[in-house]
């Protein structure tokens, strides 16, 4: 009760977020402050901006912090303020209607904002200074402040490497260029299960329904993951890999790929590191088999693994529609085997036929699981 968690904070984020609001706050009050030759009756800065600064710094991915729900937050429930003032004389019951009027206001521009709440009540109850802008309140010092200070956040979280106005990170797209969705999002967790889940739960939750849908696919590979941690690239990997040399002439490539009916192959130097890939997509685009055309005029980049690394965590890449083999490879990137789509795809067989072997607590007729999964592996069942 007396612990909120804040997920994916650090100790390093806290104090990035202090510094943020530390120079945000003080560039929006000494701006200001140089503006009031133009509005000398107007307050320097209010006090919203500090509930603001709190949201734009510390949890800059919040939708209740991005930039059309500080400034259009701030300013719309100031105005809301200030035309309630005018209308209900008893200050307690204005206040009041002011903020439940904010809250409403707010809910139907899409730019539900907490420091509103605060922005709509300093309208009402902010005394004579206030009272005598009028309208001209909701625009400075409201919208000016709100203005800066989200200019200021735009600098900070470029400068600081936060990604602000906050975009969710997408999950790769078909690169097929079909309607299908990518492979990874078609089993399991849908946004469709998202929001039927967000319907029972029956609560208002701080974050982006996309982010959410991307933070449980993301729980879901890491569960795998942790469930099978024992199983290493090293146990799956091919270990005779056809590769060629960075010198080897394109046709010797080819070659290869339909001799072996491979998709791609290594590419490999003198002390066999491995310096890219090259398959059936490279070979196919301009003139490849050119006179004097060499392997490392076309290659692409490879994507490598160490030998230790769990196996599950290549499902993610080797699921994302561009690759197709991960080369596995040492301290000094030479060549040590490779695994494909379809060893990945064994060992997903492999795993839930023995989850649901070890679930049931025996084989079939009477058969011990690991007999009777002997059995089914062996194509005897």
């Known amino acids: 009760m007396f612990r909120p968690i804040l997920p994916g904070a650090t100790l390093r984020d806290r104090m990035i977020a202090c510094c943020g609001a530390l120079l945000g706050i003080a560039a929006t009050g000494l ?44 300013t719309l429930s100031a105005i809301v303020g200030i035309l309630v003032a005018s209308i209900i004389p008893d200050p307690m019951l204005a206040g009041a209607a002011a903020v439940a009027l904010a809250i409403a206001t707010m809910s139907l521009t899409r730019c539900l904002h907490p420091p509103g709440g605060a922005a709509a009540l300093t309208a009402v109850l902010g005394g004579p200074a206030v009272a005598d802008l009028g309208i001209k309140f909701a625009f400075f010092p409201v919208a000016v402040n709100s203005i800066l ?42 946004q469709g299960d998202v929001d039927d889940a967000l319907r029972e739960l029956a609560e208002t939750l701080d974050v982006n329904r996309d982010d959410l849908g991307v933070l449980l696919v993301n729980a879901e590979l890491h569960a795998l993951e942790r469930l099978h941690a024992d199983m290493t690239c090293r146990d799956v990997m091919s270990r005779d890999v056809i590769s060629v040399t960075l010198d080897s002439h394109p046709q010797v490539a ?32 301009g ?39 991960v080369v596995i490879v040492d301290q ?50």
């Open 332 to 381: 000094n990137r030479r060549l040590l085997g490779l695994v494909t789509q379809t060893d990945l795809l064994v060992v997903l067989a492999r795993a839930a036929l023995s989850r649901a072997v070890q679930d049931s607590g025996q084989g079939q007729n009477g058969q011990p699981p690991r007999a009777y999964l002997r059995d089914v592996s062996a194509g005897r069942r």
């Open 254 to 285: 080819r070659a290869r790929l339909i001799e072996h009916g491979f998709r791609t192959l290594p590419v490999v130097d003198a002390q066999n590191a491995v310096v890219g890939m090259i398959g059936h997509e490279q070979l196919s685009h």
């Open 31 to 74: 701006l200001c402050r140089n503006m009031l030759d133009f509005v000398s009756s107007a307050p320097v800065l209010v006090a919203p901006m500090g509930a603001s600064a709190v949201l734009l710094f510390a949890v800059p991915a919040s939708p209740l912090a991005q930039p059309w729900s500080i400034v259009g937050g701030n």
């Open 149 to 190: 200070l989200v200019t200021a956040g735009l600098m900070f979280h470029r400068l600081s490497g936060h990604s602000y106005p906050h975009r969710t990170r997408q999950v790769a797209a078909n690169t097929h260029r079909t309607s299908d969705l990518p492979p990874q999002l078609r089993p399991g967790i849908i």
């Open 287 to 325: 003139d490849p088999f050119r006179n004097g055309a060499r392997v490392a005029s076309i290659m692409t980049p490879a994507v490598t693994e160490r030998p230790d690394t769990p196996v599950f965590r290549l499902l993610g890449r080797l699921s994302d529609g561009k690759t197709h083999d």
